[in-house]
């Protein structure tokens, strides 16, 4: 029986993440969705393995920089469990300050961290060419994790290709899937919108329609005949995946936790309901227990949507209690 032991680490690495670019690059490609930071979350934790499984490097420093304030996700809490220290920058409209923050302790850490034989920057821009440089010069070696098509040429010139991993393999297909139809949801509710306004006498789908319910009946006191009460629904509300049985134990446990203590509600926030699931599945990490929520939408079961607020925008859950799945665990 061979047994296998693991890779002893060769150095030490720094890596600095310029978060505020990945994530305004990731919007600018898709649409600013709730999983485009889960989509940075994947990213960074497959970095760390391929770090530390693939070139033997042991991370010991992670910082990443943002004006998180301006984000519309608040990614600090998931950043923080996965060991990454978060640095707010103030930024303007014009300019990302994260870069210049990013640049002075990564001189701070070439001069106080001699252990430090490798600095990663999880970023693309031409501005760190100078800190890039001067790494090398002071016999550090340098790799650069970014997303090709917003990757500076100059910069990659620097570093070399063989020092170039390409973000977007670093993110899990699956995630991949769910931003871009993200995209095509979002251009159907624009056509949509466009027809709505060219033929103003048809519903479009996606219009709110009329329709006819028995449950409640009215009479007038002229005819003394009933007359059906009618309500508006969406047909935006029907906009679920397509319904798929769900089996998984874990995923039944969150449908479980989301009708049993929000199910009254008509819809889920968000924040309340991943720490409730949290004490539900305390073994399940952090990014874990949203890649359920992910799974759960899939399924058809549920779908998270962005909502207006001050100061911040928030997301929620809205259940589709016409799944089978759901239906089951809540029969009421």
Not at 301 to 313: M, Q, V, Y
Request: overall charge negative; glycine content about 4%.
């Amino acid at each position: 029986m061979i047994v296998q032991t693991p890779q002893t680490p060769t150095g030490y690495a720094a890596v600095l993440i310029d978060f505020e670019n990945l994530y305004y690059h990731l919007v600018g490609q898709y649409v600013d969705h709730p999983d485009l930071a889960d989509a940075l979350f994947d990213l960074l934790r497959n970095l760390r393995s391929h770090l530390e499984d693939e070139l033997h490097l042991q991370p010991i420093i992670q910082k990443a920089y943002a004006d998180f304030e301006r984000l519309k996700s608040t990614p600090q809490g998931s950043l923080y469990l996965m060991g990454i220290d978060t640095h707010n920058v103030l930024s303007t409209e014009h300019k990302n300050a994260a870069d210049m923050r990013l640049c002075i302790d990564a001189m701070e850490v070439l001069y106080t961290r001699p252990e430090i034989t490798t600095f990663v920057f999880v970023a693309g821009d031409r501005d760190y060419i100078p800190v890039v440089q001067h790494l090398r010069r002071q016999a550090r070696s340098v790799l650069v994790a970014a997303f090709k098509g917003n990757t500076s040429g100059d910069l990659l010139l620097n570093v070399g290709e063989k020092n170039f991993i390409e973000a977007s393999a670093l993110i899990d297909p699956k995630m991949i899937a769910r931003l871009e139809l993200a995209v095509m949801k979002q251009k159907e509710v624009e056509e949509s919108i466009k027809a709505r306004a060219t033929q103003p006498i048809q519903a479009p789908v996606g219009a709110p329609v009329t329709v006819p319910t028995t449950v409640t009946m009215t009479s007038t006191p002229a005819s003394k005949s009933a007359v059906p009460v009618r309500t508006t629904v969406s047909v935006r509300e029907t906009n679920f995946a397509p319904n798929d049985k769900i089996t998984d134990d874990n995923l039944i446990t969150a449908l479980t936790v989301m009708l049993d203590h929000f199910g009254h509600y008509t819809e889920v926030f968000l924040s309340p309901y991943l720490r409730k699931l949290s004490d539900a599945l305390p073994r399940l990490a952090d990014y874990e227990r949203k890649a359920l929520l992910n799974d759960l939408e899939a399924a058809g079961a549920i779908r998270i949507e962005k909502r207006r607020g001050e100061p911040f925008d928030y997301s929620v859950i809205v259940v589709n209690y016409n799944h089978p799945t759901v239906r089951e665990v809540n029969p009421g």
